[in-house]
């Protein structure tokens, strides 16, 4: 994805989510000097037209995982 992809944008570009994803259980994983951090999203959250979940942005090498 391009960087400064919204998480929203990027699991639309993935095909969205299966019926086994849980929608309260999005994560993005950030890689922070020596730790890696781990920031939670709900499906709700991401797809609402205000708020700082949709207006998270993609950095290079965030990884995006729904459980």
Not at 11 to 20: I, S
Not at 25 to 35: D, E, N, Y
């Amino acid at each position: 994805m391009d960087r400064g992809a919204g998480v929203a944008q990027v699991l639309a570009a993935a095909g969205g989510l299966t019926p086994f994803a849980h929608k309260d259980r999005i994560f993005v994983l950030r890689q922070g000097g020596q730790t890696q951090d781990r920031i939670r999203f709900t499906f709700q959250s991401l797809t609402s037209a205000s708020g700082a979940a949709a207006k998270f942005r993609g950095q290079s090498g965030d990884v995006v995982v729904v459980e």
